[in-house]
């Protein structure tokens, strides 16, 4: 897929988000890496992700298609730029045109930080077009975030670890 804009410019805007979850780093991090766990929380509220493949490896790809609920999708992946087991991701995020071409491109970096037992995750996206996308993005990932809160509870509680 090719840019739109490019995801290392220091002049667009950028999001970063932190959370601290009550769960180790193993966990979180298949959270973002497992198709099963990304079908469950890799949305925000009222939008589910009925397909979600990709291979957590440095030059990997990932796509996922995220169902509206209007019952629309919205088709989005990217490829993974570099990968640390349980420590760091980084990847492009492009989502798809409706007629199948890549639009804007940003480019995403999850550092999961052990916390002895919780985890503390830090998302730096780059590179939006504009601030109105960045917000929109903040909006969506603060919803995913509660989701995968849920998520890492639930697993927790079941006596998962990663």
């Known amino acids: 897929m090719a840019p739109r804009n490019n995801p290392a410019s220091t002049t667009a805007p950028e999001l970063i988000l932190t959370r601290v979850y009550n769960a180790p780093c193993s966990l979180v991090y298949a959270c973002w890496t497992e198709d099963r ?29 995220m169902k509206k609920p209007d019952g629309s999708d919205l088709w989005l992946g990217g490829v993974y730029k570099e990968v640390v087991l349980n420590r760091k991701l980084v990847m492009t ?35 939006f077009a504009s601030l109105e996308s960045r917000d929109g993005h903040h909006e969506g990932w603060s919803e995913c975030f509660d989701r995968l809160e849920t998520l890492l509870s639930k697993l927790s509680n079941m006596g998962i670890k990663s």
């Open 37 to 65: 766990h990304i079908k469950e929380w890799s949305a925000p509220h009222g939008f589910t992700i009925p397909y979600s493949e990709g291979k957590a490896v440095a030059g990997g790809s990932w796509r996922a298609c």
């Open 93 to 127: 995020h492009v989502w798809e045109q409706p007629d199948g071409t890549p639009g804007e491109e940003t480019l995403l970096t999850v550092l999961f930080e052990d916390l002895g037992g919780k985890t503390r995750l830090t998302m730096i996206q780059t590179g």
